[in-house]
Nanobody
């Protein structure tokens, strides 16, 4: 079972990045998928949730309107499109998967998820 994130990098404030998370080893459409980020100062922070089927997505207040989560259940991949990036978005971004839905600021704990990726670094310069 693997979740492999990619697409991170260094970008100037106001720029955009698209993260990808490729899944293998499990039935991807069965799982809700999530993005969580970790900063040295603030710890883990839930970013977004994407429903397994039905298309529902939810976002943290800090990213709503700037970030968009989508998933391709044929390619077994979930994406995080990040626009108008800010220095405070600098973090390691993890994707995670679970049979259980979770949405909201409490959804940052690793134990809530069945699968967890290795993370990709996003650095936003001012």
């Amino acid at each position: 079972v693997q979740l492999v994130e990619s697409g991170g990098g260094l970008v100037q404030a106001g720029g955009s990045l698209r993260l990808s998370c490729a899944a293998s080893g499990f039935t991807f459409p069965d799982l809700h998928m999530f993005w969580i980020r970790q900063t040295p100062g603030k710890g883990l922070e839930w970013v977004s949730s994407a429903e397994s089927l039905g298309g529902r997505t939810t976002y943290a207040d800090s990213v709503r309107g700037r970030f968009t989560t989508s998933r391709d259940n044929v390619k077994n991949t979930v994406y995080l499109q990040m626009n108008n990036l800010k220095p405070e978005d600098t973090a390691v971004y993890y994707c995670a998967g679970s049979k259980n839905w979770c949405s909201g600021y409490v959804c940052y704990e690793k134990y809530l998820y069945d699968y967890w990726g290795q993370g990709t670094q996003v650095t936003v310069s001012s």
